[in-house]
T-cell receptor, first 113, second 113 residues
Framework: DVKVTQSSRYLVKRTGEKVFLECVQD?????MFWYRQDPGLGLRLIYF???????EKGDIPEGYSVSREKKERFSLILESASTNQTSMYLC????????????FGSGTRLTVV | GNSVTQMEGPVTLSEEAFLTINCTYT??????LFWYVQYPGEGLQLLLK?????DKGSNKGFEATYRKETTSFHLEKGSVQVSDSAVYFC????????????FGAGTRLAVHP
């Protein structure tokens, strides 16, 4: 069964910590995405990548960075976690081309205290 | 820019009732359209898709038809079950490249026995 795996389901971090959220896909997909999901705000795109070492900003990149050193792995980095980054983080991957949907991971619920 | 508008929830139905969740979109070009479902505590799963006008996507008893003339992609099911309780997201592919999806705000469905 093909899948997108996010390393943690729940995470609690302190304000100011550097936080790494990991995402791995086994489908050989070119595109990978990071979203955050908040009540009343829906899904908002943080960053995406269409190839190894390539990255593009999404709608809300401030306070985040990403790394894609290998095709199957896409990491989201919170440089200095803040309480307003408490959220559900969703990783997804897809083939290139607009007819392909995304495959999502199960999500990481991050709480910053 | 491109956007997706869904009916606000929650939608509350009795088991075996007919379901409609409205979705309209604004887009340039010819996007593909998708419905995703999110069960509690999980990531999003692709429910169905349509890639061109007049296409009908279907899966698990759910259907949606790509109506270009009304820019709509309404989700329907003839007889809902308690297990259909979830949040449903309508999305379109951004034809600008990289297969970015633009999501609606989501509609929560609650089905009671």
């Amino acid at each position: 069964d093909v899948k997108v795996t996010q390393s943690s389901r729940y995470l609690v971090k302190r304000t100011g910590e550097k936080v790494f959220l990991e995402c791995v896909q086994d489908m050989d997909h070119e595109n990978m995405f990071w979203y955050r999901q908040d009540p009343g705000l829906g899904l908002r795109l943080i960053y995406f990548s269409y190839d190894v070492k390539m990255k593009e900003k999404g709608d809300i990149p401030e306070g985040y960075s990403v790394s894609r050193e290998k095709k199957e792995r896409f990491s989201l980095i919170l440089e200095s976690a803040s309480t307003n980054q408490t959220s559900m983080y969703l990783c997804a991957s897809s083939l290139p081309g607009q007819n392909y949907g995304y495959t999502f991971g199960s999500g990481t619920r991050l709480t910053v205290v | 820019g491109n956007s997706v508008t869904q009916m606000e929830g929650p939608v509350t139905l009795s088991e075996e009732a007919f379901l409609t969740i409205n979705c309209t979109y604004t887009a340039t070009g010819y996007p593909s359209l998708f419905w995703y479902v999110q069960y509690p505590g999980e990531g999003l799963q692709l429910l169905l898709k349509a890639t061109k006008a007049d296409d009908k996507g279907s899966n698990k008893g759910f259907e949606a038809t790509y109506r270009k003339e009304t820019t709509s992609f309404h989700l329907e099911k003839g007889s809902v079950q308690v297990s259909d309780s979830a949040v449903y997201f309508c999305a379109l592919s951004d034809s600008g490249g990289y297969n970015k999806l633009i999501f609606g705000a989501g509609t929560r469905l609650a089905v009671h026995p």
